[in-house]
């Protein structure tokens, strides 16, 4: 009865994972924005919520497990893990194969030290997910209010 | 804890920054610097930054911070101008400024402190929405 009233706030419990994980890889592109090299990344939010919520159980019983892994945990299923045949390879959490939903972003404009961040595109998807992460917040929060209204029963 | 690791990140790029500003003012401050009795003058300074990762899990690309991996000197030679009557000219009756290109500088400094707002701005938006995050599920 009670996983079944948390239940309904697993999706959303999700989606506001995803979103701050999405904020972190923003403000990373932000801060390499003059970083000789740096390649900038971008999280495919529609992909990852699908790949998340296609592992929650229909009667939310996964949701727990699920709400505190990162983004590079949604590798760690289905991928194929890195061999480590050396004393000094790193274990491959965040790279394994094609599941991890990050991206490269393509570079607007080439530059010379191959920095490939736009800090437009970057400002304008931090915006974005800021509002978004905001508007999943609030429903929750009305979930919250919902179910608190039907447990008083006024 | 996700979003609390957007500080690190952002905070680490704006003490790169900062730094980079701290070298433009060393630059600047030194433009007109002559050449002592060893005839060498300032030589410009430039810091490469270099992406470091910071967050919890080893190897998590969406926490990439940012470190000053060197202060590398522009080797170029300095201004030299005509002006026997300084007491720093050589035998020859020129003067070796340094090499700073205040122009530059200037661009550097304007550049770097764009960047340094920028990651404030998303260390204040990120303030503002871990605080919005702990009143989740109180009415209000």
Known sequence: MLDRLAG????????????????????????????????ARELDFATALRQAASRLAPDGTAGNRLATG?????????????????????????????AAPLTYAVAAQTNLDRNSVDM?????????????????????????RTMLSAITGQ | MGMM?????????????????????SNLANADTVAGPDGQAYKARQVTFQTQLVGELANDPTAAGVRVS??????TPGRRVHDPKNPAAD????????????????????SASRSYQNNIEVMNTA??????TLQMGQSG
């Open chain 1, 70 to 98: 990162s983004a590079t945990a949604f590798a760690t299923g289905a991928a194929t893990a890195l061999a480590a045949t050396q004393a000094g390879h790193l274990a491959g959490a965040g790279s394994t194969g094609g």
């Open chain 2, 91 to 110: 035998a020859e009756g020129y003067v070796t400024y340094s090499n700073v290109n205040p122009v530059e500088e200037m661009v550097n400094m304007i």
């Open chain 1, 120 to 144: 437009d595109r970057e400002r304008a998807s931090f915006a974005d997910n800021t509002v978004k992460y905001e508007a999943t917040l609030r429903f929750i929060n009305g979930q919250v």
């Open chain 2, 70 to 75: 060197t202060v590398s000197e522009d080797n």
């Open chain 1, 8 to 39: 309904t706030l697993d999706f959303q419990a999700q989606a506001l994972v995803l979103r701050s994980e999405r904020q972190r890889l923003i403000a990373s592109n932000i801060a390499n924005a003059d970083t000789p090299g740096y390649v």
């Open chain 2, 5 to 25: 690791s957007i500080f690190n990140v952002s905070g680490s790029a704006a003490s790169a920054q900062s730094q980079r500003l701290n070298v433009v003012a």
């Open chain 2, 127 to 132: 303030k503002s929405l871990l605080l919005k």
